[in-house]
């Protein structure tokens, strides 16, 4: 069979540019590539980066789905029905709201495609396609399969270097795709070896892990870095705050060549983190966790929701402070959102506090339910307020790492990335994403 996979468009956000849009290939389709048996086609399109071809002569069509590209993922399907092509949509909004999926597509996977997938394509052939395929039970960490990277058009894209060591986290915020029924149940690791596999597939020395986290299981964790050490990579990825608990877990990271993590901060109002029970994040030690990391020379990407019901008004104003004192390096902004499925979604759905339910809005940049003590256009207000004065030239410099080592990549993605973040794109437009990319990594590599 001659197979297309598909990830749709994403909306951009006020502050973003095709730095975002561009910035990575999906692993979800790179995998699904490798899960395919040889003796069928396989074609991959990203509308980010590339036009769909409705009109390709293709047996099947398979997209992967987040939340904001639903309407967009079920306008390509339509395209592709109308033309006699059956189309199977998975990920993780599928996964997550698969009673409002099922009959938009001709089948749905809930869950990982690393045990359906080649059922799917038997059953395709047999003309005895299902409408749900469901097996996630006990799966174990030797059954993810690596991305087929040498599938990247490395052109098209700002970064490629991407691994997923994990799937799923031991935690279960309310606003986050991990809360719901389908979603994987335990946290599961991939075998070290077969991390250390795809590094070497990648040939590269400068790595981005995008698991949830990171730290999941510390002790798999240390023996990953106790790996990578010799291999001289610089790397970052995400964790959860609960690593001011472990030092020694902070040093074998620095040694083994981290530069920056991403935490969920979330807010810095201890009531609005209890109130969506974001049980690991203690704001009383936010400042040890910022001052341990630091002190390490590894930079933090701090990410924040705001609205979360405890919050006011006043929380946009005494977070940009907090952020600047802390000299936090790079902030991600998020409007609280709720995701079909989440605890979230389940609760404000229950009080009737949502007021949107176009999924093409909920890519936390819109104010999608009622807030609890701010108005709707204040949050928006604060969301867009936030993210100017964080990347003000006063604010960047304020914020300028201690370390004069760091100072490179802190400009850099202030910089070219936030702040000049338009103009970055014209450039890379005209020289191509993939050597701008490839520039900034090789800067990256030389930082101490
Ligand atoms: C890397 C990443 C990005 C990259 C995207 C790169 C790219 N081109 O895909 C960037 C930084 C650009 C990004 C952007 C955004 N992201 Co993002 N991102 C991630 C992250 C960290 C990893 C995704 C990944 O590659 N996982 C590894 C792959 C292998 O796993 P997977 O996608 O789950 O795929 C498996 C299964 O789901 C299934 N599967 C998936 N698709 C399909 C399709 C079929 C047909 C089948 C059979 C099976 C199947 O099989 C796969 C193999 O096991 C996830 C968190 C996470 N851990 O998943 C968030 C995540 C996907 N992002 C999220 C969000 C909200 C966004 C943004 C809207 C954020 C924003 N405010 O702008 C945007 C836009 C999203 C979009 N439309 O792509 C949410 C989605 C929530 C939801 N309910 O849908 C997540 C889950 C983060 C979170 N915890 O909330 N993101
Ligand atoms: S710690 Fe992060 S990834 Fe884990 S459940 Fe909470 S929000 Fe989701």
């Given at each position: ?246 030092p020694e877990l902070l040093d074998e990271m620095k040694e083994s060549g981290c530069q920056s993590l991403f935490i969920g901060f979330e807010s810095i109002n201890s009531k609005s983190i209890e109130s969506v029970h974001k049980i690991q994040n203690s704001v009383s030690r936010y400042e040890k966790l910022v001052d341990e990391i630091h002190k390490r020379g590894i930079m933090i990407n701090a990410s924040f929701v705001f609205g979360l019901d405890e919050d006011d008004a006043e929380i946009f104003k005494s977070t940009l402070e907090w952020i600047v004192k802390n000299k ?121």
């Amino acid at each position: 069979m001659k197979i297309k996979l598909i990830q749709p468009a994403m909306l951009p956000r006020p502050m973003d540019t095709k730095l975002k849009t561009r910035m990575s290939p999906s692993l979800a389709l790179l995998t699904i590539a490798n899960l395919t048996p040889k003796e069928h086609e396989v074609i991959i399109e990203n509308e980010n980066v590339d036009k769909i071809d409705f009109d390709e002569n293709v047996d099947l069509v398979a997209i992967t789905v987040t939340v904001d590209v639903m309407n967009r993922a079920v306008e390509i399907s339509k395209e592709f029905q109308n033309r006699g092509v059956k189309v199977i949509a998975g990920g993780i909004h599928i996964t997550a709201d698969s009673e409002g999926a099922v009959n938009r597509f001709d089948a749905i996977i809930i869950g990982m495609a690393e045990r359906v997938w080649k059922k799917v394509l038997k059953d395709v052939e047999n003309d005895s396609i299902k409408k749900i395929y469901y097996d996630m039970e006990n799966i174990n960490g030797n059954e993810i399969v690596s991305p087929d990277y040498s599938m990247i058009d490395n052109k098209k894209y700002l970064y490629t270097n991407i691994i997923s060591t994990s799937r799923g986290c031991p935690f279960k915020c309310d606003f986050c795709y991990n809360s719901c029924t389908n979603s994987i149940k335990t946290y599961i690791n991939r075998p070290i070896e077969d991390v250390i596999k795809d590094i070497k597939v990648l040939k590269t020395k400068h790595i981005m892990f995008i698991d949830d986290n990171f730290i999941g299981n510390p002790k798999w964790t240390k023996e990953l870095l106790k790996e990578i050490k010799p291999l001289k990579l610089k790397w970052n990825a995400a964790v959860t705050s609960n690593i001011v608990d472990m030092p020694e877990l902070l040093d074998e990271m620095k040694e083994s060549g981290c530069q920056s993590l991403f935490i969920g901060f979330e807010s810095i109002n201890s009531k609005s983190i209890e109130s969506v029970h974001k049980i690991q994040n203690s704001v009383s030690r936010y400042e040890k966790l910022v001052d341990e990391i630091h002190k390490r020379g590894i930079m933090i990407n701090a990410s924040f929701v705001f609205g979360l019901d405890e919050d006011d008004a006043e929380i946009f104003k005494s977070t940009l402070e907090w952020i600047v004192k802390n000299k936090i390096e790079t902030v991600t902004s998020h409007i609280m959102t709720p995701y079909p499925g989440t605890k979230l979604y389940a609760s404000l759905l229950k009080e009737n506090r949502i007021v949107d339910h176009n999924l093409s809005n909920y890519n936390t940049s819109h104010v999608v339910y009622k807030p609890k003590n701010m108005t709707a256009e204040e949050l928006y207000d604060g969301y867009l307020w936030i993210y100017k004065e964080v990347y003000t030239l006063k604010n960047i410099i304020k914020r300028l790492p201690k370390s004069k080592k760091q100072w490179i990549p802190f400009l850099a993605f202030n910089l070219l990335y936030r702040k000049f973040g338009r103009l970055t794109e014209l450039v890379c437009n005209i020289v191509s994403f993939e050597v701008i990319g490839r520039f900034s990594r090789w800067v990256a590599y030389r930082i101490k």
